[in-house]
């Protein structure tokens, strides 16, 4: 039964209610290795006085830096990054603060505020495309120590008449000494906090310190596995970890007594197969933040600390909020180079190790060791416990409003609720995929490439509480748009993850080459709690990329992209190896997209001969489509790198390069990389730094 959720505005209403009088308190203190500190009381209670309105300004899609300089201001120095892209079309942006009433305000013993209330309001309400970093002042006359000092969003949330507030961390950036910076994709209310502790005293190993949030990995954790990570197509790692997460944080105000592991398994409590409730809810959660998780991929700068910071950020986060705290870990090598990266969560900290949950390992309480003065040891991921297929050597704290407000989750959460669950025929679309069709009754879609790597989808979307116009689909985390013709028709040409050998026939997961094809179907973005969903596999046959460029940008266009080969010929459209057309080499372009927003690939075949040498990958601005004038464009280029293991492949982290053409002809150079790839053997650096 769905608990009816009224929907949360805690990004648009005032977050300077005062609520203490409704929540109760109590006081947390240090305590030793024996007793856990377990952080803030259920409820967080700041109490503030009136909002200082301080400044109002636009932004629009090609980015800014609004910045606060009045000296007679505690926002002094106050400035918003917006990346360009983050916002699709003007935005007003509204900065003020408050006075925090410390005597009627509750907070952990030895805790104390050293900023104002930041109060950021978007007008109209959006949620950012790409991370937006805010730096704001702190006073140093407040700081009596300075090892532990965190960025919190304060989030006031209701369901039906109650109503709950909580401190969440926010993802750290780097920092100047009297700021602090922190990355965001939606604005709400922040404030600075002190836990007045020496790091040394809390995280060297004979410190004897411990922090227990009280997640239980066989209570509060999916008992499903998760189908993948970022390191091969298909894993929900962010969705079932940022859910977690939440669920565990907000499950008291939602007077749900079971915890997540408990939740959708057809009670049967030896089921370890997917379930269809929860594959939904978690691949809901992963859609809605696939594109800010690859973006975070790309913008590795909004994670760098060093291990020292790293380690204090999740100790203090779990101690002043009792929540687990969402964790991006990514590989660093020897050599230099980084590898891919996955998401867990820190569940408590005890002299030198912290406790993990990671959802490739459901119902395993996992560990990593820290050392103070060093660095973290490695961890081991996989499709088991005593998998190691994939390790990580660095660490970043991530917060959840870098992903979600409370209202996304929550309505995931309803949805989970209903029975059946996401069922409503009221609500709810059908997507009805005719092409390619499951021939032989595996649960799969076959496609046989062998002319390029890539299909196209056929199909309808039609029913709900509206005949829908729009859909975002999702093919091993590539986004496109649909526009949904007459009677709700689609096609769209996509890439497909092939492999030389048909696929396994098991439960998708780290090991396999099947490609997940997703449908949300939606009208403004991804997380409308009517929208509809569909998963499929498609299993392709065919050639398989060991690495690829992939191209897409802002407006209906004809962009082109390009590569020049070592031999000093081009590939693209009019180019050598266009759709592989008596193709004898790699890389080749697989389709040119008129006029759209890509994406357009290129990919470098295994099955094919590649010359070693330097690639060097252009754009071109080659028609203005039906446009009266030439409109500026941006656009992307994202270049993905890997090798084979034991025949798998494997990608190192993607690299992201943006840019802007402004007028018909304009070709601009926006990278070069050179063949042979990446080496099979990579070992991890032992002294990697978060940065």
């Not at 892209?85 to 805790?111: H, M, Q, R, W």
């Not at 396994?504 to 973005?525: H, R, S």
């Not at 990958?617 to 084979?644: H, I, M, Q």
């Not at 025949?647 to 993607?654: C, F």
């Amino acid at each position: 039964m769905s608990l009816g959720f009224l929907r949360s505005r805690h990004r648009k209403a005032s977050l300077l209610l005062c609520i203490g009088a409704l929540l109760a308190s109590v006081d947390c203190t240090i305590k030793n290795a024996d007793t856990p500190d377990s952080g803030v009381p259920a409820d967080a209670v700041v109490v503030t006085k009136p909002t200082v309105s301080v400044k109002t300004e636009s932004v629009d899609s090609t980015g800014k830096v609004v910045t606060v300089a009045d000296p007679a201001s505690p926002l002094n120095g106050l400035t918003i990054t917006f990346p360009q892209g983050a916002v699709a079309s003007p935005v007003d942006i509204s900065i003020g603060y408050a006075d925090i009433d410390l005597a009627n305000s509750k907070f952990p013993s030895e805790t104390a505020p050293v900023t104002k209330l930041l109060v950021l309001k978007a007008t109209p309400q959006v949620e950012f495309s790409r991370p937006v970093i805010v730096k704001i002042p702190y006073d140093a006359s407040l700081v009596k120590i300075g090892d532990f000092i965190n960025v919190y969003e304060y989030v006031n949330a209701t369901v039906g008449g109650a109503s709950a507030s909580k401190l969440e961390a926010a993802t750290p950036a780097p920092s100047v000494p009297g700021s602090l910076s922190f990355a965001v994709r939606h604005f709400s209310g922040f404030l600075g906090l002190e836990w007045a502790r020496r790091a040394v005293d809390i995280l060297q190993t004979s410190a004897d310190f411990n922090v227990d949030t009280g997640f239980s990995v066989t209570k509060d954790g999916w008992f499903i596995a998760n189908r993948g990570s970022i390191l091969n197509p298909g894993g929900d790692c962010i969705g079932m970890s940022s859910f977690a997460k939440w669920f565990f944080t907000w499950k008291g105000l939602l007077s749900d007594t079971k915890g997540l592991y408990d939740k959708y398994r057809l009670g049967d409590p030896n089921r370890w197969q997917d379930d269809s409730c929860a594959i939904e809810a978690a691949s809901r959660m992963q859609l809605g933040e696939s594109a800010i998780w690859t973006r975070s991929a790309a913008d590795m700068n909004v994670l760098g600390k060093n291990s020292l910071d790293t380690a204090k950020a999740i100790v203090q986060a779990m101690r002043d909020t009792g929540q687990p705290q969402i964790l991006y870990v990514t590989q660093k090598y020897a050599d230099g180079t980084s590898g891919g990266a996955h998401a867990i969560l820190a569940t408590g900290y005890r002299n030198g190790v912290f406790t993990l949950y990671d959802p490739n390992v459901p119902g395993t309480s996992r560990s990593v060791n820290y050392t103070y003065g060093a660095s973290w040891g490695i961890y081991a991921s996989g499709t088991s416990a005593t998998s190691s297929r994939f390790q990580y050597n660095m660490f970043g704290l991530i917060g959840p409003s870098l992903f979600h407000g409370f209202d996304d989750a929550a309505n995931i959460y309803t949805l989970a609720e209903r029975t059946p669950c996401f069922k409503d025929v009221s609500l709810f679309p059908t997507v009805n995929l005719t092409a390619p069709t499951d021939t032989n009754a595996d649960g799969k879609y076959e496609v046989e490439s062998t002319t390029q790597v890539g299909t196209t989808l056929k199909g309808t979307i039609t029913g709900g509480s509206k005949q829908p116009t729009h859909a975002v689909l999702y093919v091993n985390a590539t986004k496109f748009d649909l526009v949904l013709g007459a009677g709700g028709s689609f096609t769209q040409k996509v890439p497909l993850f092939c492999a030389t050998t048909a696929s396994t026939a098991n439960t998708i997961n780290l090991e396999n080459k099947d490609n997940i094809v997703e449908f949300l179907v939606t009208e403004a973005n991804e997380w409308e709690n009517y929208a509809g969903y569909a998963r499929y596999i498609v299993s392709c046959t065919g050639p398989t990329p060991l690495a690829k460029v992939t191209l897409t940008w802002s407006t209906p266009l004809d962009i082109d992209l390009h590569a020049g080969t070592p031999d000093g010929q081009d590939v693209g459209y009019r180019g050598i190896n266009y759709q592989r057309q008596s193709v004898q080499t790699a890389p080749y372009l697989d389709y040119d997209d008129i006029p759209g927003t890509g994406p357009e690939h290129l990919f470098f075949d295994s099955t094919l001969p590649i010359q070693e040498g330097t690639y060097s990958v252009r754009v071109n601005y080659f028609s203005k489509g039906s446009n009266t004038t030439a409109p500026t464009v941006g656009y992307t280029v994202k270049v993905e790198l890997g090798f084979l293991l034991d025949g798998v492949p494997k990608y190192e982290t993607p690299q992201y390069f943006s840019g802007t053409l402004s007028s018909v002809g304009e070709t601009q150079s926006v990278t070069s990389f050179a063949y042979p790839l990446a080496a099979q053997d990579k070992v991890l650096s032992p002294g990697a730094q978060d940065k």
